[in-house]
């Protein structure tokens, strides 16, 4: 694994072509594998915080500008290019501006951390019904927010399939997110829900869902022989663990992390660790330059 220390390299790009070296064995063997057989390679990444700046407002959230077209140019010479996120796929879709992109037809998106699918192919979202613990939670959110003082001025994002409370606008975001943990991981479990914490945000979904098991199920239906992850926050760590297994599994795997003080946890785990939406923009656009 990676750590602290290793982040100074981590974020270094090599002379060879502007990829950074990634700082462990696993991770240079998954980027050479990648290099080696780019057919047979999946690139998946996370939207906020790794294609798309963190903003106050989640809503108002877009993909840095370039990086569309480094996934358009990546999207030719791969098996495929993934976006897993919690937002609903369509959400992501319209922040990231991937419709009707030219060079973009590879692209999915697994919204709702795979319970939703959207194909550049097809422009359609396919997804099962919604969990019904999900309508009743959304019945009693905003009592419970009412009943937590501290929680004033957290934003409540209804993504259909999840509900999350972000309290970055909150007078004192920290206490707020803490005050909220207790009683909205009492919501939830009174109606077969889980909170996922996050960079400030708490969200109640269904169990069993999450970036890793979206991760996994997708290369194992598209046959992948390697894959690059970008994350940036608690909710991608299931999607680490996830390539972790891979690897011990024979298949190689890179572990890049878009790089913040709030989720040092991820950063240690990285192979490759930049500083921001940028510079995971600019790792994707030199990978694509190198590939044939």
């Known amino acids: 694994m990676g750590s602290d ?22 991770g240079r063997d998954g ?10 390679a999946v ?14 407002n989640p809503d108002l959230a877009r993909a840095h500008p370039e990086a569309v077209p480094a996934l358009a140019a990546l999207a030719q010479k791969v098996a495929a290019v993934a976006v897993v996120t919690g937002r609903p796929a369509e959400v992501a879709v319209r922040n990231g501006g991937f419709a009707g992109v030219d060079g973009l037809d590879r692209l999915v998106v697994l919204g709702h951390y795979g ?23 959304r019945r009693e959110f905003t009592d419970v927010l009412a009943s937590v003082p501290a929680s004033r001025g957290t934003w409540v994002e209804d993504k259909g399939r999840a509900i999350a409370a972000h309290t970055r606008r909150a007078e004192d975001p ?19 829900l889980i909170v996922e914490p996050g960079r400030m945000v708490l969200e109640l979904r269904p169990p069993g869902v999450d970036k890793g098991v979206a991760l996994r199920a997708y290369l194992r239906d598209v046959g992948a022989g390697a894959v690059l992850y970008a994350g940036d926050d ?20 890179l572990l890049v992390c878009s790089a913040n003080e709030a989720v040092r946890e991820l950063a240690a785990r990285a192979d490759v660790v930049v500083a921001d939406p940028e510079g995971v923009v600019r790792l994707l656009a030199a990978l694509a330059a190198r590939l044939p």
């Open 174 to 192: 920290e206490a707020a997110f803490e005050a909220l943990r207790e009683p909205l991981g009492a919501l939830a479990e009174r109606h077969g």
């Open 5 to 26: 220390q290793n982040q100074t390299s981590a974020t270094s790009s090599s002379p060879d072509g502007g990829l950074p070296e990634p700082v462990t064995a696993a």
């Open 43 to 56: 690139i998946a990444l996370d939207f906020d915080g790794t294609l798309a700046p963190i903003v106050p």
């Open 234 to 253: 608690l909710g991608d760590l299931p999607a680490f663990d996830a390539v972790e297994a891979l690897r011990g599994e024979g298949v190689p795997g």
């Open 115 to 137: 319970a939703e699918r959207w194909e550049a192919a097809t422009g359609k979202v396919t997804a099962p019904d919604p969990h019904p613990g999900v309508e009743a939670v």
């Open 31 to 40: 980027l050479a594998a990648i290099l080696a057989a780019p057919e047979r």
